[in-house]
């Protein structure tokens, strides 16, 4: 089940359960649209691409399948992005597609 994490890895801008700027990788490092573009759509932490973050269900629609039931996690992962060190890792796989990294 997704964290839904609270807010930006890199620049902590809120991004809340139903965040349409929400950004995510495969290990759900979560980033918000502007940061993503700043990164290269590079995940700083994996080296691989961003994809938009599923919106949980506020209301339980079927089965108890809601944020209510599922709450988005509370738990801050603040931790910005050194760009230098960043630049080197867009330059060995940026012009690789994502899902080919």
Same mark, same amino acid.
Request: contains cysteine; positive net charge.
């Given at each position: 089940?997704?964290?839904?994490?609270?807010?930006?890895?890199?620049?902590?801008?809120?991004?809340?359960?139903?965040?349409?700027?929400?950004?995510?990788?495969?290990?759900?490092?979560?980033?918000?649209?502007?940061?993503?573009?700043?990164?290269?759509?590079?995940?700083?932490?994996?080296?691989?691409?961003?994809?938009? %973050? &599923? #919106?949980?269900? *506020?209301?339980?629609?079927?089965?108890?399948?809601?944020? !209510?039931?599922?709450?988005?996690?509370?738990?801050?992962?603040? %931790? &910005? #992005?050194?760009? *230098?060190?960043?630049?080197?890792?867009?330059?060995?796989? !940026?012009?690789?597609?994502?899902?080919?990294?």
């Amino acid at each position: 089940m997704l964290e839904l994490r609270p807010g930006c890895e890199h620049c902590n801008k809120p991004l809340p359960p139903d965040s349409t700027e929400a950004r995510i990788c495969s290990y759900e490092c979560t980033f918000c649209t502007g940061c993503v573009e700043l990164l290269g759509n590079v995940c700083p932490n994996c080296g691989g691409g961003f994809a938009p %973050r &599923p #919106v949980r269900p *506020a209301r339980d629609w079927k089965n108890g399948n809601y944020l !209510g039931n599922d709450p988005a996690s509370t738990k801050v992962k603040h %931790r &910005p #992005v050194d760009l *230098a060190a960043h630049a080197r890792l867009v330059e060995a796989v !940026g012009q690789v597609v994502p899902e080919r990294r």
